[in-house]
């Protein structure tokens, strides 16, 4: 394998290690088999990631706990060591991503680097990404209208309601 492959092979896993941190620090992951599972019960995880070196039973139950909550799950290009030093936690084998831009934009790495992974499951969190960023910034644009004092639609018509 010519030299320059092998180094951008690795700087990929480290780029999936560096973002599984950045994850991490921004209070969006969950780690370990409980908290998984919690996130995958509430519908609050977006995107499960299972470790290269999973035992089978450990596969088994994050498969029931993403089908459970309908949600996504990868296979991660990392054992559980580098796992855990990726995110300064104890070797783990299954994470829980809780944002949809974060869990968009991991499936996109882990799709790059194996593209035998199903194109339609990186679509489908695109389009939950794209509509969460959209209500985020309708939310963000109601709020600076309310800061200038500039009614809402509900508002308006329940004042005029009231002047009759």
Not at 88 to 94: D, E, I, V, W
Not at 137 to 150: F, M, V
Request: aromatic share 4%.
């Amino acid at each position: 394998m010519h030299w320059k492959l092998k180094w951008k092979g690795a700087i990929r896993v480290d780029n999936i290690s560096a973002f599984l941190g950045l994850i991490k620090k921004a209070g969006k992951l969950e780690v370990g088999e409980e908290p998984v599972g919690a996130a995958c019960r509430s519908k609050k995880a977006s995107l499960v990631m299972l470790a290269s070196d999973t035992a089978p039973n450990s596969v088994r139950r994050a498969t029931h706990f993403a089908e459970a909550g309908e949600i996504l799950i990868l296979p991660a290009p990392l054992d559980k060591v580098q796992m855990g030093l990726a995110i300064g936690r104890p070797p783990c084998a299954m994470l829980a991503v809780t944002d949809i831009g974060f869990a968009a934009a991991m499936a996109k790495k882990l799709y790059a680097l194996n593209p035998d992974l199903d194109p339609a499951l990186l679509e489908c969190l695109e389009r939950k990404s794209q509509k969460a960023m959209q209500r985020r910034k309708e939310k963000r644009a109601h709020e600076r209208n309310l800061l200038r004092g500039k009614a809402s639609n509900r508002n308006l018509t329940s004042e005029t309601k009231r002047k009759k």
